[in-house]
C-alpha cells in the first residue's frame, strides 16, 4: 500500500471497496474506483503535477474539472499514449499509465525551468517580436525556441484506435447534469419529450456531488441526485449520456457532442469505439452548463498547493481528501468561505481567511467565528513562500499599492493550502458559438449569454441563479420555455422537491475587481504564463483590444481555453485603461467548449476508409488475374496485368503489341453514362456540346465536346443515338458527376420548358471494349442478333443484341484507333459476360488491357485526355476547333470568343518526338529555345502526356507549344530542370499512329 | 449544418446536398446573334451580387431526388427562410401547390 | 520609432518593462488625407508601409472598422510559398517571397518567417507529373523546387501514411524548400508599427459606410466617425470587397465563402515542414508554439458567418487521419473561419477601377496572407502611379472580359472548386 496522506478515513463518494492501482512517473499512485487522476494524486500528496509552457514553472492541480491549466499528462502507452490530457477529468483505473510533460530529467528536477526561471524578467508579453532578428537570425533561433516550446510529446505510430459518429434527434437536448439540467431533464421526461441528457462527468450530479452542505428532500443532495439519475434511466424517452461533453453549437439546432466511450475502461471489450462524436438534431436546448471558478491574482498564486476554492470542496466531499492540512483562504467572493468551514469541519487547521474586499458578509463570516478561524477582511495576500509547494503566505493588510513592505500590516501564516476563489463565471461558450455575443451583466458582474431564440434557455449558475433552490426551478422552467418555444407547448407536472442549502446567495458571480498586486508574478493564465504585468504591458503598447491583448500575450490561447484567465484578465486590462468591461468586451467564444480528438472529427473516414473505393462488377476478375490497380478518382481500375513479375513498362507494352495485332478487353466501365429521353433530347444536345446532333441517325454514335459556361473545353465522350427520342451520353471518369449534375441543372433550372428526362445510368451498365483487328472475330462467336460486317454495322454504330446469351449494346468505337467495338451489358452481367469474351477470345490469345496500355494508345493516336483537358484549354487548343458548329449557339460558345481565347499565338496541342530518336521526353517539361538562358525562361509550353511507343520503337509525346502548328518540324528542348534533364525534340503531329483513323474502320 | 427544407423530401441535413450558387442569376438566352464575349454572358458567368444578408440561391438535393431547388438564406446568420423548386418563391409561405403536399 | 533589438529586451527587463512605448498611434483620423486605405489588415496596412517608405506619401490613413489584423490577416494557416504555374502568378508570388525574406529586418519587428519548406503530395505518377510540370515552371522563373521520391518524401515527414495499403499512396512530391510559415498577427503589427512611423495614421474603430464619388472621381470615405476626404482611395477589405465596392456601384466577380482553420493543443515538435495532402483539400503545419495548424475546404456555399459548420470540420479531419495516421489522439484546440473573396478565377485582383481614384485590392482566394507583402508593395505602386507595375499587371477587372484569366488549377469560373 502506498502512502495517502490526504485521504480522509471515511466520507466522499468513492467506492473504498475497489482500489485501483497506476503508475504516476513510474511510481505506484493508488486510489478508489470514483477518483479521478488528480485526486489520487492529491491523496498521495503529491502536490507537483506539471510545468507550465513558458518559464517552465512547478505547477499543482488548480481545479477539478475541464478547466485545469497545470495538471496535463500523457496517458497511456506505446501507440494509445494520449498527450495533454487533464488529471482532472481522467477516471482512475486500475493499470492506468501516466506520464508527466514539459519537464526533463523530472518534474522535480526541470532543467528548463532552472534555466528559465532566471532570464524570465526578460520574457515578457511580446518579447519574441523584438529580437531574433539580427546575428544569425530566426532561423538559427526557431528551432531551439520550438524545442522548449510545445507540451506532450507527439505520437509517431498510426493511432489503434477507431472512433464513430451517430446522429441522433430528440425534442429536448439538456446540457449538463448538475441540479438545473436534471431538474429539467425531470421536467421534460414526465411530458413525454424526446430528452437527451449529457454530461462531461461520469457521474451525473455535477456540483451536488461536490458541495457537502446542501440537502433535497431531507437528505445529502448527492442522495437525491443518484435517485434522480435512475429515475432517468428508467424513462423511455430520455437518454443519459454520461461522459458526454457538448462542444459545439452549430446551425439549425445541431449540437455536437463527444463521447468518451472507452477511455475509462482499461479493457474495452474490442469492436467498441474509443469515442463517438454524436450530431444531435435537437428541438429545444437547456444549456445548464454551471460555472467556472475564477482565481485570485497575487504574485506567486501559482505555486503547487495553491487551489480553487471550490475544487478544494470537490476533493474533500467527493473524493474524500484534504487539499491540505493547514489552510489559507482567500475569499474574493462570499463562497469561499464555504471552503473554510468545510476544512475546518474535516479536521484541516484553517489558518486563516483573508478577504481582499474589505467587508465581510457576516451571514458567511459567522461561521469562521464558529470554529476560531481568523478572518483577514480587506487584508491581501502579497506573495507565497515555498519551493515546489506553498509553505506559507505572506499578506498585507490595505491595497497592495499602498502597503509598505514593512510593518505591522504585514504577517506570515504557515500554511500548505491555498485556496482561493474570485467568483464564478457563468459557462455561456454554447450560447455564443454562433456569434450572439455576451452582454455584460453589472447586477451579476459577469458577462451572461446574449439574445437568445426561445427555444434556447439556460438554467442554474450558467444563468447566474446559484441558489440550489433557483438551480431546481429554473431548470424546470428552462425546460418548460424551451419546449414551448419549439413548439411544444405543455403543462409540466414534475415539480423541485425541498432543498437546504447556506443561508444566503453563496455564489456571487463574478470576478470581483480586487486589487492589482504591486510586484512579483501574478499569474492570470496559469499554462501560457501571463502575468499582470504582461497584461499591463500589452496595454500600453498599444494592444487594448481584447483580439489583441489575447494574441500578442497568449492569454487564454492555452489547452485550457482560458477558462480560468480570461475573465481576470479582460477585468485587469479595462482597469488599466478606465474601461468598464461592457466596453472592454470579451473575445469569442468558439468551438470546442474543451479540446476535441482529431479522430473523433473524422470517425470512420481514416485510413483505408478515407473515401470508398468503387469497383466495376469485373473486378474480382481483375483481382484474381493479379493486376495492378491504379486509382482513378474514386474507382480503382487495372493499370497493368504483369505477367512473370514483367514491370509496368513491359506489361503494358506486351498489352499494346496484343492489341494492335490481335485482340484486348479493357474494362471501361467507370465512364459516365447518361440516358436522355424525351421529344428535345437532341436540342438538348444541340445546347450542351459544340457539335451538332439533330442529322444524328438512329443506331449511330458520334464523338462530343462540352465546353463550360466560360468557353473552355470540360469533357468529351461518345453521344449513341438508340431511338428516335432517345439518346445515351457517355462522360469521362474523372467528369461522371458534375456532368450529370449540370445536365440536371441545364434541364431544371436553365431551359425547363424543353421536354426530356436525363438519368445517370453509369452503374447500371458494365462496359467492356473489345479492341484489335481480331475483335470482330471474337465478337462474331458471341454476338447474336447483329450482322458486324463493316456494311452492316461501319465504324460508330450502335446496335442491341445479345453477347453469350445477356442482353447487350453493342458500339462500334475506337479509343485505341484499331477496329474496336464497346459491349454494354447489365451491371450484373458484366464480371459473366467478360469471362465469356474471355474464352471467346483465347484461341486469338485475347489479353486484358490496363490503363496504362489505353494511355500509350491514345497518346499514339493523339487523342486529348486528362493532362490535356486541364479546364485551361480551348477547342481549338485541342485541335478540336473543327467541331465547333456555326450554326447554333450552344453553352460557351461567344465566351470562347474572347480575345484571349482566339489569340494565334496561344500553346497549341502537338506530337514531340526525340531528336536522337531515343531519349524518352520527360513528363512536366517545358518546351523551351534556350534552356541555358538565365531565368527567367520563357516556357512556350509543357509537355502534358509522354511514353515509349512499343508500336513505333521511340518515345512520343504530346504537348502545347506557343503557335504549335506553325511550328511543325521545327526543334525545340524539353527542358526539365527539377530532373536535370533537358531532350531535344522535334515537334510532329500529335497523330503518330495511323493518323487517317484507316484501321478503325475496317 | 444546415437543415435545407428540400420541397420534395422534406427537411435533411446539408451534406445530401451540392450547392449551385447565386440563383437569382438569369441566364441571357441562346442566340446566334451574339458576339464574342458578349457582355451580358461576361456579367452572367462572372459577376456576382453577392450580398451580405438574404441570397436565393440554388441548391441540389444530390444524394436524395436529385432535384434542384432554391433557397432562400441570410449569408449572415445562415439562417434558411424558405425553399420552392426551381423558379419558384422560396419565400411565399406553402401553399396547395406544395409538391410535397 | 522605438528599436527593437536583443539589447532593448535585456535593458526593459532590468527596468520592469517599464520604458516600452505604444507601436502604433491611436491616430484621430483627419478630415482630409491624399489617400486613404479601406481595410486594416496586413494587405492594407502593407500598402501604407510602402507608399510612405517607398512613393514618399505619407499623407496616408488606414481605416480599420474593427481592430487591425482582425480579418483573414489573423484567421489563416499562416503558410507562405510562391510554388505557381500560371502566368503572372509565380512572379507575382515569388516577389513577394523575396519581400519575406528581408521582412523581419526591414521593419524591426520579428514576424517569425520560417523557412521551413512546403510540400505537395502526390499519390499517382499522374500526379506527380503535374506537380513537375509546375516545379519546371518555377524553376524557369528561377523559383526554387525540388521533385521528391516516396523516400525524400520520407525523410522530410516520416509520420505520414507511407504504406501501399493506404487509400492513395504516396508518390512523391514537390518541395519548395524557401516556403514556409510566419506569425500572422505580426504581420499587421510590424507593417502598423513601421508604417505609423513614417506618419501614416492608423485609425480603428473606423467603418467605412460610403464612397464619395463625383462625376466619376473619388473625393473621400463616408465613415463612423466622420466624413473624409481623400484624392486617392484603395480598398484592401478582402472578404467584403463586394460590400465596399457596391458603394461605388461596382460589382465583383466574387463570391464572399467562410474558411475555417484548426489548431490542436500544443506537443513538442513533430513536423518540420509545410504539408498539403494530394488525394484531398488539407494542408497542415506546426507552430512554433507546438499546436498542429490545419485546414481545408471551403465549407462551400456563400457566408459572411465568420464560422464554418461541423461537416466541413469532419471532412478535415478525415484528410488528417488518411495522410497522417497518428494525430487521431490529438484535440483541436480552436476552430475558427474566415470570410473569403472567391473570385471566379482564383487570383486577385489587384487594381485600377472604373472610378478615377478608386483601388481595388482584393480577390485573394484563400492565398492572401502569403502574398501579403508583395499585395502591399503592388498596390502602393498601382496607387502611387495610377498605373500598375508589371508584377500586378495581370490582376485586373478587365480579364474576366477579355478571357485573360489567370486559373491555376483550371476549375473554370466557380469560386473554389467544383
Known amino acids: 500500500m502506498t502512502d495517502t496522506p490526504l485521504r480522509l478515513p471515511t466520507g466522499g463518494l468513492i467506492d473504498r471497496s475497489a482500489p485501483v492501482r497506476m503508475t504516476v512517473d513510474g511510481l505506484p499512485v493508488e486510489g478508489f474506483a470514483g477518483d479521478t487522476l488528480a485526486s489520487a494524486l492529491l491523496a498521495a500528496g503529491i502536490k507537483l503535477t506539471g510545468r507550465s509552457f513558458k518559464y517552465h514553472r512547478p505547477r499543482g492541480t488548480l481545479s477539478a474539472g475541464p478547466e485545469e491549466p497545470n495538471s496535463l499528462f500523457t496517458i497511456g502507452t506505446g501507440d494509445r499514449a494520449t498527450p495533454n490530457v487533464r488529471a482532472t477529468l481522467v477516471e482512475a483505473a486500475d493499470g492506468l499509465v501516466a506520464e508527466s510533460q514539459n519537464a526533463w530529467p523530472s518534474l522535480a528536477l526541470d532543467v528548463q525551468g532552472l534555466l528559465t526561471a532566471p532570464a524570465g524578467r526578460f520574457l515578457s508579453a511580446g518579447f519574441y517580436y523584438k529580437t531574433f532578428m539580427g546575428g544569425p537570425g530566426w532561423r538559427v533561433w526557431e528551432p531551439l525556441i520550438r524545442r522548449a516550446a510545445g507540451l506532450g510529446p507527439p505520437p509517431q505510430a498510426p493511432d489503434p484506435d477507431a472512433y464513430d459518429h451517430r446522429y441522433d434527434h430528440c425534442d429536448l437536448l439538456v446540457v449538463g447534469g448538475g441540479a438545473a439540467g436534471l431538474a429539467a431533464a425531470l421536467s421534460a421526461a414526465e411530458t413525454g419529450a424526446r430528452v437527451i441528457l449529457c454530461d462531461e462527468r461520469a457521474q451525473l450530479g455535477g456540483r451536488l456531488l461536490a458541495e457537502g452542505d446542501l440537502a433535497i428532500d431531507g437528505r445529502p443532495a448527492h442522495r437525491w441526485t443518484a435517485e434522480a439519475a435512475a429515475l432517468l434511466d428508467r424513462a423511455d424517452t430520455v437518454t443519459v449520456l454520461p461522459r458526454t461533453t457538448a462542444f459545439g453549437f452549430y446551425d439549425d439546432r445541431l449540437v455536437g457532442l463527444l463521447e468518451r466511450v472507452a477511455d475509462h475502461d482499461p479493457a474495452p471489450p474490442p469492436h467498441r469505439p474509443r469515442l463517438r462524436l454524436r450530431l444531435v438534431r435537437t428541438g429545444a436546448l437547456v444549456l445548464a452548463t454551471g460555472a467556472i471558478e475564477q482565481p485570485v491574482v497575487f504574485p506567486g498564486n501559482d505555486r503547487p498547493g495553491v487551489m480553487l476554492a471550490g475544487a478544494v470542496r470537490t476533493y474533500l466531499h467527493q473524493y474524500a481528501v484534504l487539499g491540505g492540512r493547514r489552510a489559507v483562504i482567500v475569499a474574493g467572493c462570499d463562497d469561499a468561505y464555504r471552503t473554510a468551514v468545510s476544512l475546518a469541519d474535516a479536521g484541516a487547521a484553517v489558518a486563516a481567511v483573508v478577504d481582499p474586499r474589505g467587508r465581510p458578509n457576516p451571514a458567511v463570516a459567522g461561521p469562521l467565528a464558529d470554529r476560531d478561524i481568523p478572518l483577514f477582511a480587506g487584508w491581501q495576500v502579497r506573495r507565497t513562500i515555498g519551493g515546489q509547494a506553498v509553505r506559507a503566505v505572506e499578506i498585507g493588510r490595505g491595497d497592495a499599492a499602498e502597503a509598505v513592505d514593512d510593518g505591522p500590516g504585514r504577517r506570515r501564516i504557515a500554511c500548505d493550502l491555498v485556496a482561493l476563489s474570485a467568483g464564478w463565471a457563468p459557462a ?45 426551478a429554473g431548470g424546470r422552467e428552462a425546460a418548460r420555455l424551451a419546449l414551448e418555444g419549439a413548439g411544444r407547448d405543455m403543462a409540466i407536472g414534475w415539480l423541485p422537491p425541498r432543498t437546504a442549502g447556506p443561508a444566503v446567495d453563496p455564489r456571487q458571480p463574478l470576478v470581483s475587481p480586487l486589487p492589482v498586486p504591486l510586484r512579483g508574478k501574478a499569474f492570470v493564465d496559469f499554462q501560457n504564463d501571463v502575468t499582470v504585468g504582461d497584461i499591463g504591458q500589452a496595454a500600453r503598447e498599444g494592444y487594448e483590444s481584447v483580439e489583441h491583448l489575447k494574441r500578442y500575450t497568449t492569454l487564454g490561447m492555452g489547452t485550457d481555453q482560458g477558462k480560468t484567465a480570461n475573465p481576470i484578465g479582460l477585468t485587469l486590462l479595462g482597469a488599466q485603461l478606465g474601461k468598464d468591461p461592457a466596453a472592454t468586451g470579451i473575445t469569442t467564444f468558439r468551438p470546442p467548449y474543451t479540446p476535441v480528438e482529431v479522430g473523433a472529427l473524422a470517425g470512420r473516414t481514416a485510413g483505408a476508409h478515407f473515401r470508398p473505393e468503387r469497383w466495376s462488377p469485373i473486378h474480382p476478375w481483375h483481382a484474381a488475374a493479379g493486376a495492378v490497380m491504379t486509382d482513378a478518382g474514386l474507382w480503382k481500375r487495372p493499370w497493368y496485368y504483369p505477367h512473370d513479375g514483367d514491370d509496368l513498362a513491359a506489361a503494358s507494352h506486351r498489352e499494346v503489341r496484343a492489341v494492335r495485332t490481335g485482340v484486348g478487353l479493357c474494362d471501361v466501365t467507370t465512364l459516365g453514362k447518361i440516358d436522355i429521353q424525351g421529344p428535345d433530347a437532341a436540342e438538348l444536345l444541340n445546347r450542351l456540346y459544340i457539335n451538332g446532333w439533330s442529322a444524328l441517325p438512329v443506331g449511330r454514335a458520334r464523338y462530343g465536346v462540352m465546353l463550360r459556361e466560360d468557353g473552355l473545353v470540360w469533357d468529351d465522350g461518345t453521344t449513341t443515338r438508340l431511338g428516335d427520342q432517345h439518346y445515351l451520353m457517355t462522360t469521362t471518369t474523372a467528369h461522371a458527376v458534375p456532368v450529370m449534375s449540370w445536365l440536371d441543372y441545364a434541364c431544371q433550372v436553365l431551359w425547363p420548358e424543353l421536354q426530356v428526362h436525363v438519368t445517370s445510368v453509369t452503374e447500371s451498365w458494365a462496359a467492356i471494349a473489345v479492341a484489335g483487328p481480331k ?39 475506337s479509343f485505341s484507333g484499331e477496329l474496336a467495338y464497346e459491349v454494354a451489358v447489365p451491371s450484373t452481367e458484366g464480371l459473366r459476360v467478360w469471362e465469356a469474351l474471355m474464352a471467346a477470345g483465347a484461341a486469338d490469345g485475347a489479353v486484358a488491357y490496363g490503363l496504362e496500355a489505353l494511355a500509350i494508345m491514345r497518346i499514339e493516336k493523339g487523342h486529348v485526355a486528362g493532362p490535356e483537358l486541364n479546364g485551361r484549354t480551348t477547342a481549338d487548343d485541342l485541335g478540336l476547333g473543327r467541331l465547333m458548329s456555326g450554326k447554333k449557339d450552344f453553352v460557351g460558345r461567344w465566351l470562347a470568343g474572347r480575345a484571349a481565347f482566339t489569340d494565334p499565338g496561344r500553346p497549341k496541342l502537338v506530337g514531340l518526338t526525340p531528336v536522337d530518336g531515343r531519349t524518352p521526353i520527360p513528363a512536366g517539361a517545358h518546351l523551351v529555345d534556350d534552356p541555358r538562358a538565365p531565368p527567367p525562361i520563357p516556357s512556350l509550353g509543357p509537355v502534358t502526356s509522354v511514353c515509349t511507343s512499343p508500336t513505333l520503337g521511340h518515345p512520343i509525346a504530346l504537348g502545347f507549344l506557343e503557335r504549335g502548328r506553325d511550328r511543325m518540324g521545327h526543334r525545340l528542348h524539353a527542358h526539365d530542370p527539377l530532373r536535370g534533364r533537358t531532350v531535344a525534340v522535334e515537334i510532329v503531329s500529335p497523330h503518330f499512329y495511323d493518323p487517317a483513323g484507316e484501321r478503325m474502320r475496317v | 449544418m444546415l437543415l435545407i427544407p428540400c420541397p420534395w423530401c422534406g427537411p435533411r441535413a446539408q451534406t445530401e446536398f451540392h450547392y449551385g450558387g447565386d440563383a437569382s442569376l438569369r441566364r441571357p438566352a441562346l442566340s446566334t446573334a451574339r458576339t464574342p464575349a458578349d457582355p451580358a454572358l461576361v456579367d452572367y458567368v462572372y459577376l456576382r451580387d453577392n450580398p451580405k444578408g438574404l441570397h436565393q440561391e440554388h441548391w441540389q438535393h444530390a444524394a436524395g431526388c436529385g432535384q434542384w431547388l432554391v433557397v432562400a438564406r441570410d449569408t449572415r446568420s445562415h439562417a434558411i427562410l424558405g425553399s420552392a423548386p426551381p423558379g419558384g418563391d422560396p419565400l411565399s409561405p406553402p401553399g396547395t401547390d406544395d409538391p410535397a403536399a | 520609432m522605438q528599436l527593437f533589438s536583443a539589447l532593448a529586451v535585456l535593458r526593459e527587463g532590468l527596468t520592469g518593462q517599464t520604458g516600452w512605448r505604444r507601436h502604433w498611434r491611436k491616430a484621430t483620423p483627419k478630415p482630409r488625407y491624399d489617400t486613404v486605405i479601406v481595410g486594416g489588415g496586413g494587405h492594407g496596412l502593407a500598402t501604407a508601409y510602402y507608399l510612405a517608405k517607398r512613393h514618399g506619401i505619407t499623407d496616408v490613413a488606414v481605416l480599420e472598422r474593427g481592430w487591425i489584423g482582425g480579418g483573414n490577416t489573423g484567421r489563416n494557416t499562416t503558410i507562405v510559398r510562391s510554388n505557381y504555374r500560371v502566368g503572372a502568378n509565380p512572379p507575382f508570388y515569388e516577389h513577394a517571397l523575396k519581400l519575406w525574406e528581408g521582412l523581419s529586418r526591414e521593419l524591426n519587428f520579428n514576424v517569425m518567417f520560417s523557412q521551413r519548406g512546403v510540400l505537395n503530395l502526390a499519390h499517382s505518377p499522374g500526379q506527380l507529373d503535374g506537380y513537375a510540370e509546375r516545379g519546371n515552371a518555377m524553376r524557369l522563373h528561377g523559383i526554387d523546387a525540388e521533385l521528391l521520391d516516396r523516400d525524400g518524401v520520407a525523410e522530410r515527414a516520416p509520420m505520414l501514411d507511407f504504406g501501399r495499403d493506404a487509400r492513395f499512396p504516396i508518390e512523391g512530391g514537390l518541395l519548395q524548400p524557401r516556403a514556409g510559415t510566419a506569425r500572422h498577427d505580426a504581420v499587421a503589427w510590424g507593417y502598423a508599427r513601421a508604417a505609423d512611423a513614417l506618419g501614416v495614421d492608423i485609425v480603428e474603430d473606423c467603418a467605412v459606410t460610403g464612397l464619395s464619388i463625383d462625376r466619376g472621381r473619388i473625393r473621400g470615405v463616408d465613415t463612423t466617425r466622420g466624413l473624409i476626404a481623400a484624392d486617392k482611395v484603395g480598398v484592401a477589405v478582402a472578404g467584403h470587397s463586394s460590400q465596399v465596392m457596391t458603394m461605388a456601384g461596382i460589382r465583383l466577380p466574387i463570391e464572399s465563402h467562410v474558411l475555417q482553420a484548426f489548431v490542436t493543443e500544443g506537443l513538442k515538435p513533430m513536423l518540420d515542414t509545410v504539408v498539403t495532402f494530394g488525394a484531398g483539400h488539407f494542408y497542415i503545419s506546426q507552430s512554433d508554439k507546438g499546436g498542429l495548424v490545419f485546414g481545408g475546404d471551403l465549407d462551400g456555399y456563400n457566408s459572411y458567418a465568420s464560422r464554418g459548420n461541423l461537416p466541413l470540420a469532419s471532412d478535415v479531419a478525415g484528410n488528417a487521419m ?37 483601388y481595388l485590392n482584393g480577390g485573394w482566394c484563400y492565398g492572401g496572407f502569403k502574398a501579403t507583402p508583395g499585395s502591399g508593395w503592388t498596390f502602393a505602386h498601382t496607387i502611387a502611379q495610377d498605373a500598375p507595375h508589371s508584377l500586378n499587371a495581370a490582376f485586373n477587372l478587365e480579364r474576366f472580359a477579355t478571357g485573360h484569366l489567370i486559373d491555376e488549377r483550371g476549375a473554370g469560373p466557380v469560386p473554389g472548386h467544383q
Do not use: E, N, Y
Open chain 1, 428 to 472: 455561456i461558450h454554447l450560447t455564443s458559438h454562433l456569434g450572439v455575443k455576451p452582454r455584460w451583466d453589472a447586477g451579476l458582474g459577469t458577462f451572461v449569454a446574449g439574445d437568445q431564440p426561445p427555444w434556447l434557455q439556460l438554467a442554474g449558475t450558467a444563468a447566474g441563479r446559484c441558489r440550489l433552490a433557483d438551480a431546481l
Open chain 1, 775 to 813: 475483335s470482330r472475330r471474337l465478337l462474331a462467336r458471341v454476338v447474336d442478333g447483329l450482322d458486324l460486317s463493316t456494311r452492316a454495322f461501319p465504324f460508330m454504330a450502335a446496335g442491341v443484341c445479345r453477347v453469350a446469351g445477356v442482353p447487350a449494346r453493342l458500339f462500334r468505337i
Open chain 3, 322 to 358: 488518411a495522410m497522417m495516421p497518428c494525430v487521431g489522439r490529438l484535440k483541436v484546440l480552436r476552430s475558427w473561419g474566415g470570410v473569403m473573396d472567391m473570385t471566379m478565377d482564383g487570383s486577385p485582383i489587384i487594381a485600377k477601377t472604373p472610378v478615377t481614384g478608386l
